[in-house]
T-cell receptor, first 118, second 117 residues
Protein backbone atom coordinates (compact mmCIF):
# COMPACT_ATOMS: atom_id res chain seq x y z
CA UNK A 1 0.00 0.00 0.00
CA UNK A 2 1.98 2.98 -1.31
CA UNK A 3 1.68 6.15 0.70
CA UNK A 4 3.46 9.39 1.44
CA UNK A 5 5.21 9.37 4.79
CA UNK A 6 6.12 12.40 6.89
CA UNK A 7 8.22 12.73 9.99
CA UNK A 8 7.83 13.82 12.67
CA UNK A 9 4.07 13.61 13.07
CA UNK A 10 4.13 16.24 15.79
CA UNK A 11 6.82 18.68 16.80
CA UNK A 12 6.91 21.16 19.65
CA UNK A 13 9.82 23.56 19.73
CA UNK A 14 10.83 26.90 21.12
CA UNK A 15 11.09 30.10 19.18
CA UNK A 16 14.43 30.49 17.50
CA UNK A 17 15.10 26.78 17.09
CA UNK A 18 15.69 25.10 13.75
CA UNK A 19 12.97 22.74 12.59
CA UNK A 20 13.36 20.11 9.89
CA UNK A 21 10.40 18.23 8.46
CA UNK A 22 10.90 15.24 6.20
CA UNK A 23 8.79 13.67 3.53
CA UNK A 24 9.17 10.43 1.64
CA UNK A 25 7.11 10.58 -1.57
CA UNK A 26 5.51 7.54 -3.11
CA UNK A 27 8.13 5.52 -4.98
CA UNK A 28 8.17 6.54 -8.61
CA UNK A 29 6.47 9.88 -8.12
CA UNK A 30 8.39 12.81 -9.55
CA UNK A 31 6.52 15.80 -8.12
CA UNK A 32 6.51 16.84 -4.48
CA UNK A 33 4.44 19.60 -2.91
CA UNK A 34 4.62 21.30 0.47
CA UNK A 35 1.39 22.84 1.82
CA UNK A 36 0.76 24.63 5.08
CA UNK A 37 -2.56 24.58 6.90
CA UNK A 38 -3.52 27.20 9.48
CA UNK A 39 -6.84 28.29 10.89
CA UNK A 40 -6.42 31.79 9.51
CA UNK A 41 -4.99 31.10 6.06
CA UNK A 42 -6.35 27.64 5.39
CA UNK A 43 -4.32 25.41 3.07
CA UNK A 44 -1.71 27.16 0.97
CA UNK A 45 1.10 25.97 -1.24
CA UNK A 46 4.60 26.72 -0.03
CA UNK A 47 6.68 25.07 -2.74
CA UNK A 48 6.76 22.29 -5.24
CA UNK A 49 9.36 20.26 -7.09
CA UNK A 50 9.41 18.22 -10.24
CA UNK A 51 12.23 15.79 -10.85
CA UNK A 52 13.87 17.26 -7.72
CA UNK A 53 14.04 20.77 -9.22
CA UNK A 54 12.07 23.56 -7.54
CA UNK A 55 9.36 24.84 -9.87
CA UNK A 56 7.49 27.20 -7.60
CA UNK A 57 8.43 28.41 -4.15
CA UNK A 58 6.63 31.73 -4.30
CA UNK A 59 4.48 30.86 -1.30
CA UNK A 60 7.43 30.29 0.96
CA UNK A 61 8.98 32.98 3.20
CA UNK A 62 12.50 33.00 1.82
CA UNK A 63 14.23 34.49 4.83
CA UNK A 64 13.60 31.55 7.14
CA UNK A 65 12.20 28.69 5.08
CA UNK A 66 14.06 26.40 2.74
CA UNK A 67 12.93 23.33 0.83
CA UNK A 68 15.15 20.76 -0.81
CA UNK A 69 15.13 17.31 -2.36
CA UNK A 70 18.51 15.70 -1.61
CA UNK A 71 17.37 12.69 -3.60
CA UNK A 72 14.23 11.33 -5.24
CA UNK A 73 13.10 9.59 -2.06
CA UNK A 74 13.43 12.50 0.36
CA UNK A 75 12.10 16.03 0.55
CA UNK A 76 12.88 18.37 3.42
CA UNK A 77 11.38 21.59 4.68
CA UNK A 78 13.46 23.62 7.11
CA UNK A 79 12.58 26.62 9.20
CA UNK A 80 15.44 28.56 10.77
CA UNK A 81 14.82 30.36 13.05
CA UNK A 82 11.28 29.24 13.88
CA UNK A 83 8.66 31.71 15.14
CA UNK A 84 5.29 31.23 16.85
CA UNK A 85 3.49 32.29 13.65
CA UNK A 86 4.98 29.21 11.93
CA UNK A 87 2.75 26.98 14.07
CA UNK A 88 0.68 25.00 11.59
CA UNK A 89 0.21 21.60 10.00
CA UNK A 90 2.63 21.05 7.15
CA UNK A 91 1.56 18.61 4.46
CA UNK A 92 3.68 16.95 1.87
CA UNK A 93 2.02 15.53 -1.25
CA UNK A 94 3.44 13.66 -4.20
CA UNK A 95 2.30 12.88 -7.70
CA UNK A 96 3.40 11.68 -11.09
CA UNK A 97 3.77 14.32 -13.76
CA UNK A 98 4.69 14.30 -17.40
CA UNK A 99 5.93 17.41 -19.17
CA UNK A 100 2.36 18.20 -20.25
CA UNK A 101 0.46 20.67 -18.11
CA UNK A 102 -2.80 19.02 -19.13
CA UNK A 103 -1.70 15.63 -17.87
CA UNK A 104 -3.80 14.95 -14.84
CA UNK A 105 -1.98 13.60 -11.83
CA UNK A 106 -3.55 13.08 -8.46
CA UNK A 107 -1.71 14.51 -5.51
CA UNK A 108 -1.42 12.01 -2.68
CA UNK A 109 -1.09 13.65 0.70
CA UNK A 110 0.94 12.55 3.67
CA UNK A 111 -0.47 12.66 7.22
CA UNK A 112 1.12 16.03 7.93
CA UNK A 113 3.48 17.36 10.59
CA UNK A 114 1.83 19.45 13.29
CA UNK A 115 4.34 22.10 14.34
CA UNK A 116 3.94 24.12 17.51
CA UNK A 117 6.41 26.91 18.14
CA UNK A 118 6.28 28.27 21.68
CA UNK B 1 -5.12 34.70 -9.30
CA UNK B 2 -7.69 32.02 -8.76
CA UNK B 3 -9.78 31.95 -5.60
CA UNK B 4 -12.07 29.35 -4.10
CA UNK B 5 -14.85 30.23 -1.68
CA UNK B 6 -16.81 27.95 0.60
CA UNK B 7 -19.51 30.01 2.24
CA UNK B 8 -20.66 27.38 4.74
CA UNK B 9 -18.18 27.04 7.63
CA UNK B 10 -20.33 24.31 9.18
CA UNK B 11 -23.09 21.98 8.09
CA UNK B 12 -24.93 19.18 9.80
CA UNK B 13 -27.17 16.42 8.54
CA UNK B 14 -29.05 13.46 9.93
CA UNK B 15 -27.62 10.07 9.21
CA UNK B 16 -29.01 8.59 5.97
CA UNK B 17 -30.10 12.02 4.72
CA UNK B 18 -28.64 14.00 1.83
CA UNK B 19 -26.51 17.10 2.23
CA UNK B 20 -25.05 19.55 -0.27
CA UNK B 21 -21.86 21.53 0.30
CA UNK B 22 -21.37 24.70 -1.72
CA UNK B 23 -18.28 26.01 -3.49
CA UNK B 24 -17.72 28.87 -5.86
CA UNK B 25 -14.51 29.82 -7.59
CA UNK B 26 -13.10 32.65 -9.60
CA UNK B 27 -10.88 32.18 -12.61
CA UNK B 28 -10.33 33.62 -16.05
CA UNK B 29 -9.06 30.31 -17.36
CA UNK B 30 -11.12 27.98 -19.51
CA UNK B 31 -9.41 24.71 -18.68
CA UNK B 32 -9.01 23.49 -15.13
CA UNK B 33 -9.84 20.78 -12.63
CA UNK B 34 -11.99 21.00 -9.53
CA UNK B 35 -11.79 18.70 -6.55
CA UNK B 36 -13.41 17.89 -3.26
CA UNK B 37 -11.12 16.66 -0.50
CA UNK B 38 -12.15 15.18 2.82
CA UNK B 39 -10.10 15.71 5.98
CA UNK B 40 -11.22 13.56 8.92
CA UNK B 41 -9.88 14.13 12.46
CA UNK B 42 -6.86 12.00 11.53
CA UNK B 43 -5.70 14.99 9.38
CA UNK B 44 -5.27 12.85 6.29
CA UNK B 45 -6.38 14.62 3.10
CA UNK B 46 -8.45 12.24 1.01
CA UNK B 47 -9.57 12.93 -2.55
CA UNK B 48 -13.32 12.44 -2.77
CA UNK B 49 -14.10 13.43 -6.34
CA UNK B 50 -12.73 15.44 -9.24
CA UNK B 51 -14.24 17.22 -12.22
CA UNK B 52 -12.58 18.27 -15.46
CA UNK B 53 -13.88 21.65 -16.63
CA UNK B 54 -14.16 20.54 -20.25
CA UNK B 55 -16.57 17.76 -19.31
CA UNK B 56 -20.21 18.75 -19.11
CA UNK B 57 -21.21 15.58 -17.33
CA UNK B 58 -21.16 15.84 -13.56
CA UNK B 59 -18.77 13.47 -11.82
CA UNK B 60 -20.09 10.81 -9.45
CA UNK B 61 -18.36 8.46 -7.06
CA UNK B 62 -20.77 6.13 -5.29
CA UNK B 63 -22.71 8.30 -2.80
CA UNK B 64 -20.83 11.44 -3.80
CA UNK B 65 -21.77 13.57 -6.77
CA UNK B 66 -21.15 17.10 -7.91
CA UNK B 67 -23.20 19.79 -9.56
CA UNK B 68 -20.78 21.64 -11.83
CA UNK B 69 -22.09 24.90 -13.25
CA UNK B 70 -19.23 26.31 -15.32
CA UNK B 71 -20.89 29.56 -16.32
CA UNK B 72 -21.83 30.29 -12.74
CA UNK B 73 -18.43 29.05 -11.48
CA UNK B 74 -20.15 26.85 -8.98
CA UNK B 75 -19.12 23.37 -7.86
CA UNK B 76 -21.25 21.80 -5.13
CA UNK B 77 -20.86 18.39 -3.54
CA UNK B 78 -23.85 16.21 -2.76
CA UNK B 79 -23.51 13.40 -0.27
CA UNK B 80 -26.38 10.92 -0.37
CA UNK B 81 -27.29 8.49 2.38
CA UNK B 82 -24.94 10.23 4.83
CA UNK B 83 -22.94 7.96 7.10
CA UNK B 84 -21.20 8.64 10.39
CA UNK B 85 -17.88 8.12 8.64
CA UNK B 86 -18.60 11.09 6.38
CA UNK B 87 -18.07 13.48 9.29
CA UNK B 88 -15.03 15.59 8.41
CA UNK B 89 -13.81 18.88 7.00
CA UNK B 90 -14.47 19.13 3.30
CA UNK B 91 -12.32 21.28 1.07
CA UNK B 92 -13.07 22.43 -2.43
CA UNK B 93 -9.96 22.92 -4.57
CA UNK B 94 -9.02 24.28 -7.98
CA UNK B 95 -6.15 23.36 -10.25
CA UNK B 96 -5.30 25.07 -13.48
CA UNK B 97 -4.73 23.00 -16.59
CA UNK B 98 -3.07 25.72 -18.64
CA UNK B 99 -0.86 27.96 -16.53
CA UNK B 100 2.74 27.57 -15.45
CA UNK B 101 1.67 26.90 -11.89
CA UNK B 102 -0.71 24.27 -13.14
CA UNK B 103 0.17 21.71 -10.54
CA UNK B 104 -0.77 23.93 -7.61
CA UNK B 105 -4.00 23.27 -5.73
CA UNK B 106 -5.91 26.32 -4.52
CA UNK B 107 -8.17 25.46 -1.61
CA UNK B 108 -11.30 26.95 -0.12
CA UNK B 109 -11.56 27.54 3.61
CA UNK B 110 -13.42 24.32 4.24
CA UNK B 111 -16.80 23.20 5.54
CA UNK B 112 -17.06 21.15 8.70
CA UNK B 113 -19.70 18.46 8.23
CA UNK B 114 -21.33 16.84 11.25
CA UNK B 115 -23.47 13.73 10.94
CA UNK B 116 -26.17 13.35 13.57
CA UNK B 117 -27.10 9.76 14.45
Amino acid sequence: DARVTQTPRDKVTEMGQEVTMRCQPILGHNTVFWYRQTMMQGLELLAYFRNRAPLDDSGMPKDRFSAEMPDATLATLKIQPSEPRDSAVYFCASGLSSGSIKFYNEQFFGPGTRLTVL
Amino acid sequence: AQTVTQSQPEMSVQEAETVTLSCTYDTSESDYYLFWYKQPPSRQMILVIRQEAYKQQNATENRFSVNFQKAAKSFSLKISDSQLGDAAMYFCAYRSAISRGAQKLVFGQGTRLTINP
